[in-house]
Each structure stands twice: as structure tokens, then as C-alpha cells.
């Protein structure tokens, strides 16, 4: 997977670790100020001495927060089904992992704060059904509106010549296939995260 870095993600889309009870801190958002406890008052600092041991309690409690974060921004951020349509714990990890690198002092919550800023651009913004696709080799999940979009994406790079109908086709593996060799990804001919978040980011 491509090491992405993260200041450039979100200009193109417009944590020594404290203990279990670190006080609250403030928090700004784009309308108002809340209260955040826990793991989201963590640093960068902290983030990259735990994810030296990414089996650690303190790590999980970290990528946890991070998924939460997410998961209740699906519920409050306008016109959204899924802000991370693909991105799962790993993907996450690596945006973290980027930005933390370049800002060690910033606080877990302020991360994710641009997170939801810079997915916007790549969520899914009504319901979609979730489809399983690939063959016995290579499977994984991911929803019709977002096969549609990498049919589309293809088809623009050259690679693909069918239908954007969301259908997982025997010419669409063959086209992921080639991208992936182009891309220097894992040759697993479906939308798997890597790809995606190749295809796909703006």
C-alpha cells in the first residue's frame, strides 16, 4: 500500500502515552466547542511510541477512538451514508501514521477532525448494499456505489470498457489486475483498500 501522505490528502479535498485517566480537553469544531476525554486527548507523540507495538492496549484504545470518531461522524455530517467507504483499521493507521510523523504535539480528536474534512470528498452519501466479490483466492467487501465509481475510474485510465452498472465482471477483474500491476499494488485483481484508496482519493 502507498505511504499517503496526509497534508496533501486534505489540501486536496478543500500521541510518551498518558494514562487511562488523562482529563478532558476542548475541542473545536466547525460550529462549536465539546469536551473530549479519553484516548482522543492523546498526541501524535503518543500515537507513534504506541504503534510500536501494535498489539498494545494503549494502540487499540487509539485506532478505536479513531473508528468511533468516524462511525458517529456517519450520523451528524450532511448528506453521508459512510464517510470511510474502503478505509479500513490499516488505512487508518497510515494516514495517522503520516501526519503524526510531521506534527507530533497535535491531539488524536484534532486528527480526526480533518479526517472527516478530507473524506468528504470519497464518502458514500446514501445507502448502498454491500457486495462480496472476487473468487476463492481473493475476496472482500465493498458497496455497489463504490464498484460503480472504480468502473468509471477505470474506464477513464483506460482500462475498462463495460458497463457502470456496480456488477463485479469478469472483464473488471481483469481490469483491476491491470492497474494493479501499473500501481505496483498486490496483484489481487478486487477493489481491495489498497486499490481504491489508489483509484479513488482526489
Known amino acids: 500500500m502507498k505511504n ?3 497534508t496533501a490528502f486534505l489540501a486536496g479535498a478543500a500521541l510518551a502515552v498518558t494514562g487511562f485517566g488523562s482529563a478532558p480537553i ?6 462549536s466547542s465539546f469536551a473530549v476525554e479519553g484516548a482522543g486527548t492523546l498526541d501524535c507523540a503518543a500515537f507513534t511510541a504506541a504503534r510500536e ?6 494502540y487499540q484504545r487509539m485506532i478505536g477512538f479513531v473508528e468511533g470518531y468516524l462511525s458517529a461522524a456517519n450520523r451528524y455530517e450532511p448528506n453521508t451514508f459512510d464517510l470511510t467507504p474502503w478505509h479500513n483499521a490499516a488505512a ?3 494516514i495517522l501514521k503520516s501526519h ?8 488524536l480528536v484534532s486528527v480526526v477532525q480533518r479526517m472527516v474534512t478530507g473524506l468528504r ?15 476463492d483466492k481473493h475476496r472482500t467487501y465493498v458497496y455497489e456505489t463504490i464498484l460503480r465509481r472504480t468502473q ?5 485510465r483506460g482500462f475498462y470498457a ?20 501499473q500501481s505496483s499494488l498486490m496483484t489481487t485483481g478486487v477493489p481491495d483498500p489498497a486499490t481504491l484508496w489508489t483509484l479513488l482519493n482526489p
Open 4 to 6: 499517503w501522505n496526509m
Open 26 to 31: 476542548a475541542a473545536q469544531g466547525a460550529d
Open 53 to 58: 507495538d501494535r498489539s498494545s492496549a494503549e
Open 92 to 94: 487508518l493507521d497510515i
Open 100 to 107: 503524526c510523523s510531521e506534527h507530533s504535539s497535535d491531539t
Open 121 to 135: 470528498p470519497v464518502r458514500v452519501a446514501q445507502y448502498s448494499p454491500m457486495l462480496e466479490v472476487g473468487d
Open 152 to 156: 468509471a475510474a477505470l474506464k477513464l
Open 162 to 181: 463495460g458497463e457502470e452498472d456496480g456488477r463485479f465482471s469478469p472483464e473488471l477483474r481483469d481490469a483491476l489486475l491491470s492497474f494493479q500491476k
